[in-house]
């Protein structure tokens, strides 16, 4: 889910910490994969395979802070998601 932080940011925490933390912390830094940007895939119990899109908005500069909304990347996700609010699922409390 997470996308990860602006390359800028990335830049700058490197540069300012690499002669804090020393090379190996630099080394293993640098071996960070970034996430994929495609659909994010989750399996629900009931809904069973859903795909996400994932929209960033982003806040004032000076909050440092980004919005990640998840919206449906198909119509089985967005027909799932309907089935799923529509469909409340509670089940009546039973005496033993």
Known sequence: MWLGPS???FEWFTADFATVAGTEFTRRLHRHIP?????LRMTHPRAHQLRWSREVLELPASDAQQLVLFLPADDATATAL???CERPHRTAL???
């Open 7 to 9: 390359t800028e940011t």
């Open 94 to 96: 039973r005496a033993v």
């Open 35 to 39: 996430p994929t940007r495609g659909p």
């Open 82 to 84: 309907d089935h799923l």
